[in-house]
């Protein structure tokens, strides 16, 4: 195999893929040759990236899909599943539901069972679909710097279910070898509208230097991108069951 990191021939499935992190995968794997079914909950923004995707020389197949629903989750794998094999799922859907940062003494529950189903339960479910539909390949979760912290004052609803996304993670990959790999990706900070929304800095904060980042800037897309390439391609034959943190050094 000349380029172990190249996906020509293979079939990605990306959740959350309308903004932010999910966009950036979802063009990091059309870039390394995969074929890219994209879904979000909000069409136009899965339309904008398809085009993206098309100029490369690749198809995408946009599919409005919330991802907390089982019945769509079902139908985001059967369409996939009607073009092709799928090769790769890539769990990307998740965040902050109400980009509301709570103190797990003052959070509802109800905000809380929002953030397990959104963070979690999704995930789980998602892993569950995707296993049934594929032979053979990588599934990617993507979790959060927050999962490996000594607590989150402020993000505890949050941490706890990437934290948990872990634990999954390392339970589905037992389940699932030989044939399936799972593992998951961990981002730093990363200036999504989501991240913003919640950590309210002001305009023009040097949000690296407050968060004392080692490698001396924010990350961005493609950095997680770029990594679950690697966890995707045949470069990680021999990887499952692991989570690779994407964080600047933090």
């Known amino acids: 195999m000349t ?15 309308g903004k ?3 966009r950036g995968i979802a063009l990091a794997l059309a870039h390394a040759g995969a074929d890219v079914v994209i879904s979000s909950r909000t069409l136009a923004d899965l339309e904008e990236l398809a085009e993206e995707i098309e100029e ?25 599943k009607a073009l092709g094999p799928i090769d790769i799922w ?11 940062p709570r103190y797990l003494t003052r959070t509802p529950e109800d905000r809380w069972d929002a953030q397990m ?28 710097s927050s999962a490996k912290s000594q607590g989150s004052v402020k993000n505890g609803p949050y941490g706890a279910s990437k934290a948990a996304v872990n634990h999954l993670t390392q339970t589905f990959a037992l389940e699932l070898a030989p044939k399936i790999r799972v593992n998951a990706v961990a981002p730093g900070p990363i200036p999504t509208d989501n991240f913003n929304e919640s950590t309210n800095f002001p305009e023009d904060t040097p949000i690296e230097k407050i968060l004392r980042v080692p490698l001396g800037r924010l990350g961005e897309p493609a950095d997680i991108g770029h990594a ?3 966890m995707a391609s045949p470069a990680s034959s021999w990887v499952t069951g692991q ?4 964080t600047g050094g933090l």
């Open 20 to 22: 932010g992190i999910g």
């Open 117 to 144: 189903n959104l963070n979690l339960k999704a995930v789980f479910m998602a892993c569950q679909v995707a296993a049934t539909r594929m032979d053979e390949g990588a599934i990617i979760n993507i979790s959060s």
């Open 243 to 246: 989570c690779l943190y994407v």
């Open 3 to 17: 380029d172990p990191f190249r996906l020509e021939g293979l079939q990605a499935v990306v959740t959350g893929a």
């Open 56 to 80: 490369l020389g690749r198809r995408a197949t946009p599919v409005v899909c919330d991802v907390t629903q089982m019945a769509e989750l079902e139908n985001l794998a059967d369409t996939a």
């Open 228 to 230: 679950v390439v690697f």
């Open 90 to 100: 890539v769990n990307n859907a998740g965040g902050l539901p109400d980009a509301t």
